[in-house]
């Protein structure tokens, strides 16, 4: 009889742990991942004919003849190290199931008096692709000019880039998922 006592009080521990625990999963709101997913980046694309100098970015050179600037200003974040920015330059192309590159170089350039980096793609074209006989439809796909650029997330200067009128500048922000491990010896 004594053990059945002593199981009791334990058993009824027990369930009010699990009540408690399944209490508290409900009181917890749900992660919005959405939200969590998404940031806003302010995009600008400017000609020659419609350039309208920006507050943060008027002491860029303004875009000249067949020259396009993309502007990409990001929000400020509490971990921006926590955060990387991948970005692409290419061009929207129907291809078939060849491998299509295009060639050109994306040029670093440095603005005189202030230091400040920005990129410059003087001309793009396609470049060499393989031969194979395809029997499926093209399909419409990007086609990037060399690699994508990864940069540290730094919300303080805008990025800008001058491109071809017939290129696309297209981005991505990475997050960091995991802490950094250390290789074992």
């Known amino acids: 009889m004594r053990t059945t006592l002593r199981c009791k009080p334990l058993m009824m521990a027990a369930s009010l742990l699990i009540a408690s625990v399944s ?20 995009t600008s694309v400017m000609t020659e004919e419609n350039y309208q100098p ?48 295009l060639l050109g170089e994306i040029i670093t350039l440095s603005l005189d008096g202030w230091g400040y980096r920005y990129y410059q793609v003087n001309s793009m074209m396609e470049g060499p692709n393989t031969k194979m006989m395809c029997t499926d439809a093209k399909t419409a796909q990007f086609v990037v000019l060399n690699d994508s650029l990864k940069q540290a ?33």
């Open 23 to 42: 209490l508290a999963s409900q009181a917890t709101p749900k992660t919005n991942l959405d939200k969590l997913n998404t940031l806003t980046v302010q």
């Open 54 to 101: 920006q507050a943060n970015t008027n002491m860029f050179p303004a875009p000249q003849g067949n020259m396009v600037q993309h502007i990409l200003t990001l929000p400020k974040l509490n971990n921006e190290s926590e955060y990387l920015i991948e970005i692409q330059v290419g061009q929207n192309k129907l291809v078939d199931c060849n491998k299509v590159k």
């Open 153 to 185: 997330y730094d919300s303080r200067l805008p990025k800008v880039f001058y491109l071809p009128k017939d290129a696309q500048l297209r981005y991505r922000i990475w997050r960091v998922a995991s802490e950094f491990e250390y290789s074992v010896q």
